[in-house]
Structures are given as C-alpha cells and as structure tokens.
C-alpha cells in the first residue's frame, strides 16, 4: 500500500538555522514526490516535486530510494517559510495523490 | 489562467442536517478532480475524485457522496451530517500527468 509518513508535526527553529522537514514513503512502484506548503490564510499550493529537480524559495529535496526518504531541506531558515508542509505521492498520470499527516514549521526571530 | 472556486468558504451546520459543497474549475476542460478533507492531526485525507462527467470514485466509506454534473463542477454532499464530518474540504485538479492544484478550501463546522 502506498503511504507517506512525516514524523514530525511540528518543528521550531530559530532564524537562519538549517531546516529539514522529514519524509518516508511506501511504494512498490517508481512514485513520484512532492512537497505542499500551506502558508496562513493561503490555499495549499506546491513547493517542489522530485522530478523537476529544482530549488524553490532556497528549499531542495532529493528522493533517497535507498531510503524511501524525500527530506525537505533548507540551509537558512527565515520567518516567511513558517507554514504548514505536507510531503505526497503518486504512482504517476491521472491518480490521486497519498498525503503525509503535515508538519508545522515554526521559525522563530 | 486556470482557476479553482469553492463555495460556500465557511459553514456551520447542525448534526443531522445535509450539506452540499460546491467545486468549480475555470479555463480547462475534462480536468480530474478531487475532493479531499484537511482535519486537525490527521492531514490530507483523499475522499472522492473524479476522472469525468459522472465518474466518482470513493476512497473512504462514510456518510458523505460525490456528484459530477458537468464536466467543470464536483459536488460534495451528505444527507445528514455527523459531528465527525467537520473539518477543511479541499477540491483540487489535475490535468493529465500535471500536478494537483488546490481550491481555497470550505471549512465546516459541525454542531
């Protein structure tokens, strides 16, 4: 069964610290990976998905399939990034996506 | 642009009353669609989506029922809500292989 597992529901720190928001995956098959963000007040929008490769608003993923990780990362947190990130996954084409449960990210002055 | 609308944004509603739930996509056409249902520690959990004109598929048994009339619009509905069923609905779209774009979300409360 596919699942997505973010162990941490919230994470606080500090301004210009390092930041990695924790993703697991369950897969059989070749998924592919995203990360959502939900600022406050905002609609969930996507971040970042594995197959683009690419960096937005200073954050990377790399999917690990070793592992079956797609860790968030960010080498200098700032306060804007505080929001709520949901990791997902799907098999690809026209099929719902498997959400993790969310993790809060505080980052605090 | 391709838009997403949900109506109403909020909702209070007593226990044993229906609800319906309105989803409307602009500038696209024959989009899959999805309703999924945001409650508090329990994150994004997928209840209906929709790959055409009267084509629902469910993922989870519960009191609540999916409608697509028209190929731009998804109906969330239930006969008679239960307090379990409050929380934040999502509608969302995806357009072949593209990635799930979101609505703003109703948030119903449940009495």
């Known amino acids: 069964a596919q699942r997505v597992t973010q162990p941490e529901k919230l994470l606080s720190v500090f301004k210009g610290a390092p930041v990695e928001l924790k993703c697991n995956y369950s897969y059989s098959g070749s998924p592919e990976l995203f990360w959502y963000v939900q600022y406050s007040r905002q609609r969930l929008q996507l971040l970042l998905r594995?197959?683009s490769r690419e960096s937005i608003k200073g954050f990377t993923a790399d999917l690990n399939k070793g592992e079956t990780s797609f860790h968030l990362k960010k080498p200098f947190a700032q306060e804007e990034d505080s929001a709520m990130y949901y990791c997902?996954?799907?098999?690809?084409?026209?099929?719902?996506?498997?959400f993790g449960k969310g993790t809060r990210l505080s980052v605090i002055a | 642009s391709q838009t997403i609308h949900q109506w109403p944004a909020t909702l209070v509603q007593p226990v044993g009353s229906p609800l319906s739930l309105e989803c409307t996509v602009e500038g696209t056409s024959n989009p899959n669609l999805y309703w999924y249902r945001q409650a508090a520690g329990r994150g994004l959990q997928l209840l209906f989506y929709?790959?055409?004109?009267?084509?629902i598929s469910s993922e989870v048994p519960q009191n609540l029922s999916a409608s697509r009339p028209q190929d731009r619009q998804f109906i969330l509905s239930s006969k008679k809500l239960l307090l379990s069923d409050s929380g934040f609905y999502l509608c969302?779209?995806?357009?072949?292989?593209?990635?799930?774009?979101f609505g703003p979300g109703t948030r119903l409360t449940v009495l």
């Open positions: 929709s790959v055409g004109i009267g084509q």
């Open positions: 594995h197959i």
């Open positions: 997902a996954l799907s098999n690809a084409g026209n099929t719902p996506l498997v």
């Open positions: 969302a779209r995806s357009q072949g292989t593209d990635t799930q774009y």
